[in-house]
């Protein structure tokens, strides 16, 4: 992280074949009520093959504050990392490219942080399939905000997202806690964002809308290939296995239950979807029980949290103590493609 500040805010956007979404994503960014001396805009291309350049090139024409680097294709989480370096904003928003904000948001949002020095000032996000859902359903003011220190904020929210696109957070506290993506490709944001709550001392949250969500068919997330499913299985066993050594060590450090309690269930969540997506694909049983004994070694299973809040259903109560039972979960690999058509 740079040693002097120059700006307030440091927007830090990677790139990868975006070209339907990063003029609009741009957009947004440069419709803002705060001068363009005060944030800069950094996009580092990830090794595009589109003309997602060009596009960023025409806006930099005309917008001083708008910066492109370009990188071997190296992943989505080590080009953030690179980019963490590279800004020199008092505070840090990480966006995604198919993504954008509101129009004339960051004063206020910059102005609040500002003034309660605040190491994370967080808002809503809303989920839209449209580009053009620019305008803010009502007038950011102090009446949206509520403060918190990060446990208070992990206490009051367990359904909060791990995407680092739905908050600022200070730079110079990132530093201080020496906080950075770790490797894993597709859930590097879980253990970032916990991490970063877990610290901070001052939270402010909006609860108004301000960043938009995009839901593109063609996402990575989505896709079907049989061996991007593998990998994200694994990247999410990674993810979970980090999230479980966090998680215990709170446990050991905290005398706070429904901290704990928030903690597991979330982790309980991804540990149960990704049995289910192993019972769905054509992994081994040896693959199945390698997998279950690194989740009990770092307590994530049995999962014993799950049942709470959306997932606190009949059904879901049902096959949550099947999947506990390692014997069932073990017999049912060997029939998994009849129950692979009744499990949703």
Not at 191 to 197: D, N, Q, R, Y
Not at 311 to 318: P, W
Request: aromatic fraction near 12%; include cysteine; proline fraction near 2%.
């Amino acid at each position: 992280m740079p040693k002097y500040i120059t700006m307030k805010l440091s927007i830090l956007i990677p790139m990868y074949n975006a070209k339907d979404y990063i003029g609009n994503c741009l957009e947004s960014l440069i419709h803002q009520n705060i001068p363009e001396d005060d944030y800069e805009i950094i996009i580092m291309d990830d090794g595009s093959k589109d003309n997602s350049v060009d596009i960023v090139s025409e806006f930099i024409k005309n917008h001083k504050n708008i910066k492109l680097h370009k990188e071997p294709n190296s992943g989505a989480y080590n080009t953030r990392n690179k980019l963490l370096k590279l800004a020199k904003g008092d505070y840090i928003y990480n966006l995604d490219a198919d993504d954008y904000i509101v129009h004339n948001c960051l004063k206020e949002l910059l102005d609040c942080a500002e003034q309660n020095n605040l190491d994370v000032i967080g808002f809503k996000t809303q989920e839209t399939s449209s580009l053009e859902n620019i305008a803010l359903n009502e007038l950011i003011s102090k009446k949206h905000l509520t403060l918190y220190d990060g446990l208070a904020f992990l206490e009051a929210y367990p359904l909060m997202r791990h995407e680092p696109w739905w908050y600022f957070v200070r730079s110079g506290f990132l530093s201080e806690n020496n906080l950075a993506f770790n490797s894993n490709q597709y859930n590097a944001d879980v253990t970032f964002t916990l991490k970063m709550f877990l610290e901070a001392k001052k939270v402010g949250y909006f609860d108004i809308s301000i960043h938009r969500y995009v839901q593109s068919g063609d996402s990575i997330m989505r896709s079907k290939d049989l061996e991007i499913v593998r990998k994200r299985l694994e990247y999410m066993q990674m993810m979970i296995l980090n999230k479980s050594k966090l998680i215990n060590t709170v446990k050991s450090q905290s005398s706070s239950e429904v901290l704990v309690q928030n903690l597991s269930h979330r982790r309980d969540v991804f540990t149960f979807f990704n049995i289910t997506k192993m019972l769905r694909g054509p992994f081994s049983l040896s693959y199945m029980k390698a997998t279950i004994t690194k989740f009990k070694d770092v307590g994530a299973y049995p999962m014993n949290d799950f049942n709470r809040f959306r997932y606190n259903t009949f059904q879901y109560r049902i096959l949550r103590k099947i999947l506990n039972n390692a014997s069932m979960l073990y017999f049912l690999i060997s029939v998994r493609r009849i129950f692979s058509k009744s499990i949703k």
